[in-house]
């Protein structure tokens, strides 16, 4: 599991760089060939500033959706994006909104680079350029937030549904608690940990033991 | 006892209901899309209506808007008759604000006295009439040909329509926003007409796009059969028809890519930066104007054609069909060695007339330019014709091989023409006299270069040839499909410098040297990649990607590919991001210093890096490749005394000794979450680049240049984004163990944002803000840091 998301990582990071490169030269280029112009230090640059937005725009949500991507295996929500549900509307509102969230900022992002220009551009549609840039970070931000949010809420509601799990296997009777393990104290673990305990559960079955059965006692 | 006994009797297996798929009820669902789409009709209606209630000026704006955007209405109408079926209130509505508008844009055009637009738009008022019932009817028939299964309908309610939509509406978005970008310039505020030819050339664009989309929505599923890259490689269609409508669609897309690429403005300002004066330069005259008016109205027209192919009869020319196709497998079909032998006999013709021109001129300005045209244009053909001569070469491995012997002729032909057109030119041309008699001695040892590169493309066919059919054919499809994706963006990059240089009249045509010189870098690494992929692809079955990230497929051939391949395609990809610039131009018009920058681009090195890298590559795996028949030889024969007789084979299998000897100590072993070592140093480099990049600058600012200090400083933004992507990877490739290199990662983060609040600070910016959204990332990098121990617990 691990491993193979360690090289899916790998690989998927590495054609993220492909594009970032080609961003990242094109706004070196700008400010290379307008830097002969410069006369003093840390003066402010107008006329690199709609490549940078453009080529930002695009870079940044790359990166963002590559981070998404890395820790997706840890926040296990990958399969609940799937284009059905999106369609049908078969989820939460609050997936709902992140989804939104995604494909405006995806939309401002292509906008922007499509408009993208070197030298000054005019006021009005430097203005512009700046409301939708800083708009796709305060997107992705709203979208972070819902994420650790929902991540937090799960992680709170399972915790007190094992709690109280654990209290009704406690107010069991003896003869019933020997069935799951021979009264040895059995071990909850929040969804976080799901992937810990299928390994285990892995390594029971691989052996052929049968004592998670209580049939076979 | 008894109950074991009992276990081990096979059980009979339990008798399972029928499974029946639910159709998805769309109803929900589908008034949110159609209320989206609908939008989009809506604004499409509001831009084209406004043209009756705007200002004067701003009606040509005004026109190129609801241009731009009908193919966007279009889009959107025919996702709504595919995902409304049902629904005719829905659907009729839509329809009839199309209708409309087209009414609307009839109108426009004869105010502007456009009666040929009037005429056009009318027809289309009509003959959109028929498209809509068309697919009404499609798109009600469509549960029967997918024989009522619920779960082909739901698959295509919920994943093709909604994908298909977006997917064309983000493409079609950019192309829509450059036009865009053309009518907010400052400088073509009060001209709009400047942008004419771009608006139409990427309305073009527009509707090819929208064509794909209705081909994925009215067209695919409706065909009789659902083809693989295996019958397109026999080509291999049920009907004539489909053949037809198939090569319509390639040469449209073809067409649509070469016209969209080489959209130019009317006209150009040129400021001159020293005396701050602005030269204005007419790109197209009117005959100029008006013969590219044509080429891109054609698109339109070709589009259209398409449709027109299905209502044809199906086996309308029987033989074409049969002509085209094969039957036999481990072949290309004869249409595409037709195909490519037309294109390498047109390659090989323009350099012929380009030879022939050069020799009849004289020497007189307007005739010099001209060559260097036609020397440009041909010269710009010649990844074409890698791409054309490798794959006609391996199309048929298993025959005789009498035309692919006279493809590599023309191929040899091409350098020497080159060569001979150069030599001419060098005497006639004074001012670029020089830098031709070097075009002379580069094309004449390519020109020898042709019988090596034959020799090592000869023996890969042999061996191809020995492999098992199945393999051949397999290894022929994926050849296939990286032509089919590479011929496209190698059309793109072979159009987009042409234009330019073709209206060279009133400017130089040097200003496009960095656009040509640029894109043929990037067009030869498509090229160099094809043929090495073509030639040696079916070799690398073998590697697998956990192999490679753990070195244990790692040989000495691999390792020096890899780092050949790194440095090609990087190198690409950042001249291909600095291809574009006004600034250059207005440089080289106003004979100014073009800078160290552009000097480098548009010298030879950019691509002599890629052909050398790609010469390496193509060199370690001939000589793995021989080395490993030998000692194949050895194990059939059972030779005792297993010693290469040849020099060369003797010293790479000691060097793969070696090499094996050195990777074999960072092998990762298979209990082990992570990648190994030297790729993660890499990964650790790239990470920190930018937090030691800015503390540099921050700490000997007083000692950098003004240049450098602006470069970096202004330029951190990007490279910031660069080293966020590294550091992903590099935190999410070993899930072993917890590192310190992860917190000195996060140190270098800290650092670039508090560097960046730096430069902020000293150019009187906001630079709280930096500050703000710096502590937002190092909040955001801890978490992930968390993420990664919640991750380590996982299983292997």
Known sequence: MRREHCHSVMVAGISQLIPVIFLTSEHWGCLTRFSEDVTENFVKDENCRSVEYGVNAIQMQLAFAFGVYATSSTLMRGDEYSARNITTLNMPRRQLCEVSILGLAALLGILLFGIRQEGETPRASRVWQTICYYAIYLLWFFFFASVIFTSVTRD???????????????????????????????????????????????????GGTMSLNPGFM | ???????????????????????????????????????????????????????????????????????????????????????????????????????????????????????????????????????????????????????????????????????????????????????????????VE????KINSNEGMLWFLTLSAFAKLYIIPHLEVQYS????????????????????????????????????????????????????????DGNETALRNTITKIVPFMIGLVPLVLNLSKNMIPRFRVMTRTTLRARIAPIYRWILELVALTITSLNVYYVFLVYTSTNIEQEVNKIEKWRILCWATNPLIWVVVTLHFFGTPTAQKRKENVMFFLFSMFFVLQTLGNFFQAKID????????????????????????????????????????????????????LAISIVPPIIFLFAEPQ???????????????????????????????????????????????????????????????????????????????????????????????????????????????????????????????????????????????????????????????????????????????????????????????????????????????????????????????????????????HLSDTLVADKVIFLSMVVVFGADSYFEYKRRSAWEANIVFGVLASIAMLGILKLKKTTMKGTI
């Open chain 2, 430 to 481: 004074t001012e670029r006299g020089e830098t031709r008699l070097n075009s002379v001695f580069v094309n004449g040892f390519l020109a020898l270069m042709v019988i090596p590169i034959y020799l090592m493309v000869n023996s890969s066919r042999k061996m191809l040839a020995k492999h098992h059919i199945d393999d051949i054919d397999a290894h022929l499809q994926r050849c296939l499909s």
């Open chain 2, 1 to 191: 006892m008894e109950l074991q006994e009992t276990t081990n009797t096979p059980a009979r297996p339990p008798l399972r209901p029928a499974v029946s798929v639910k159709l998805v009820p769309l109803e929900r669902c589908s008034y949110l899309w159609v209320f989206l789409l609908q939008l989009l009709i809506v604004a499409t209606a509001v831009v084209a209506f406004s043209y009756f209630l705007g200002e004067d000026e701003h009606k040509l704006t005004m026109v190129y808007m609801t241009t731009t955007l009908t193919p966007f209405m279009l889009l959107a109408m025919g996702s709504i008759v595919s995902l409304c079926p049902k629904d005719t209130w829905v659907r009729l509505s839509s329809f009839i604000l199309c209708e409309l508008i087209f009414l609307c844009r009839s109108f426009i055009y004869f105010g502007m006295k456009n009666y040929p637009g009037a005429i056009g738009n009318l027809m289309f008022f009509g003959v959109y009439y028929l498209i809509y019932r068309a697919m009404e009817k499609l798109a009600a028939c469509l549960p029967a040909k997918l024989n009522n299964d619920n779960e082909s309908l739901n698959k295509f309610n919920c994943q093709t329509i909604p994908l298909t939509t977006t997917g064309s509406l983000m493409s079609m978005l950019y192309c829509a926003s450059e036009s865009f970008s053309c009518l907010l310039d400052e400088e073509n505020h009060n001209d």
């Open chain 2, 499 to 733: 234009s330019c240089v073709a209206y060279a009249n009133n400017y130089k045509i040097e200003q496009c040297a960095l656009l040509r010189e640029s894109n043929y870098v990037v067009g030869g690494h498509l090229s160099y990649a094809f043929l090495f992929y073509v030639t040696f692809g079916y070799k690398l079955d073998s590697m697998t990607k956990g192999g490679l990230l753990s070195l244990q497929d790692m040989r000495f051939h691999t390792v020096c590919q890899l780092i050949c391949l790194i440095i090609s395609s990087t190198t690409c990809f950042i001249v291909y991001g600095m291809r574009n610039s006004e600034l250059y131009a207005e440089r080289v018009f106003n004979d100014e210093s073009i800078g160290k920058l552009d000097e480098f681009l548009t010298s030879s090195s950019p691509f002599s890096m890629v052909a050398d890298c790609w010469a390496v590559t193509l060199f370690t795996q001939l000589l793995h490749s021989r080395r490993m028949e030998t000692e194949a030889k050895f194990h059939r024969r059972s030779v005792d005394d297993q010693k290469h007789s040849k020099m060369i084979h003797r010293f790479t299998s000691w060097v793969d000794q070696r090499t094996k000897k050195i990777i074999e100590k960072f092998h990762v072993n298979d209990d082990e979450a992570r990648v190994a070592t030297p790729i993660r140093v890499i990964l650790f480099l790239m990470s920190i680049s930018s937090g030691v990049l800015s503390l540099f600058v921050v700490c000997f600012s007083s000692q950098l240049g003004i240049q450098q200090i602006y470069r970096i400083s202004h330029g951190m933004g990007s490279l910031r984004v660069f080293s966020v992507v590294s550091t992903f990877i590099f935190l999410f490739t």
């Open chain 1, 156 to 206: 709170e509601t399972n915790r007190m549904t094992d709690a109280t799990l654990e209290e009704k296997i406690s107010d069991l009777s003896g003869s019933t608690l020997h069935m799951f393990g021979k009264g040895k104290k059995t071990q909850f673990r929040s969804s976080s940990e799901a992937g810990a305990l299928e390994g285990d559960d892995e390594k029971l079955g691989v």
């Open chain 2, 194 to 197: 400047n942008c004419a030819d």
């Open chain 2, 229 to 284: 890259v295996a019958d397109l490689l026999r080509f291999d269609l049920k009907n004539s028809r489909e053949a037809v409508l198939v090569l319509l669609t390639a040469v449209v897309g073809l067409y649509t890519i070469f016209v969209y690429a080489s959209s130019e403005k009317l006209h150009e300002n040129f400021d001159h930066r020293t005396n701050t004066t602005t030269t204005k330069v007419v790109i197209m």
